[in-house]
């Protein structure tokens, strides 16, 4: 079975402070993760998916297969990136399982 | 964007009234998924069609909700009578991208059961 766990619920930081955001999945075929984030009311977007190994708005995030991790990682925060964001496993079944998110407020 | 279109984009009923939702995605992708998410909490998988079949949907709660893909392109997902627990957004995204797995939302359709 297909399982994403985000341990928190909520992350608060100060500006310019490093971000951290956790994802833990349980998958036992070859994973493909995604991180989407939401914006206060707006739909839901892609940010990362972990094949491109790409750094969107700042934003990195590396697959790490022996830990099962996928954290979502930003040096410096900025204002803007206040949402929810969401770590979403695809497998074989040719479907996403999303954890339940995590709601990054950046304080000025 | 172009891409997925959902109908109604707003939906506000009271409890044990019937309401469907419609999904026209786009020309050619023959996977279409209907997802629910309930405010504050990561979307879920409510069914996924293959053309006209029906290949998952284990997590489609079946005494009240139903869905069709007929001629496997437009769908429609009902639920009949609904609850106030319904009160959601339901999504129908599409497949972009690199791979199957990976999926573009739109705003989907906002449910309200009072």
């Known amino acids: 079975a297909q399982r994403v766990t985000q341990p928190e619920k909520l992350l608060s930081v100060f500006k310019g402070a490093p971000v951290e955001l956790k994802c833990n999945y349980s998958y036992s075929g070859s994973p493909e993760l995604f991180w989407y984030v939401q914006y206060s009311r707006q739909r839901l977007q892609l940010l990362l998916r972990?094949?491109s190994r790409e750094s969107i708005k700042g934003f990195t995030a590396d697959l790490n297969k022996g830990e099962t991790s996928f954290h979502l990682k930003k040096p410096f925060a900025q204002e803007e990136d206040s949402a929810m964001y969401y770590c979403?496993?695809?497998?074989?079944?040719?479907?996403?399982?999303f954890g339940q998110g995590t709601r990054l407020t950046i304080n000025p | 964007e172009a891409g997925v279109v959902q109908s109604p984009r707003y939906k506000i009923i009271e409890k044990k009234q019937p309401v469907a939702f419609w999904c026209n995605p786009i020309?050619?992708?023959?996977?279409l998924y209907w997802y629910l998410q309930n405010l504050g909490q990561g979307p879920e998988l409510l069914i996924r069609?293959?053309?006209?079949?029906?290949?998952?949907d284990s997590q489609l709660p079946k005494d009240r909700f139903s869905a069709e893909r007929l001629k496997g392109v437009d769908s429609t997902l009902k639920i009949q009578p609904a609850e106030l627990g319904d009160s959601a957004v339901y999504l129908c995204?599409?497949?972009?991208?690199?791979?199957?797995?990976?999926?573009?939302f739109g705003p989907g359709t906002r449910l309200t059961v009072l």
């Open positions: 979403a496993l695809g497998g074989g079944a040719q479907k996403l399982v």
């Open positions: 972990h094949i």
């Open positions: 020309s050619g992708h023959n996977t």
């Open positions: 069609y293959e053309n006209e079949e029906a290949v998952d």
């Open positions: 995204p599409q497949q972009k991208g690199f791979s199957y797995n990976e999926q573009f």
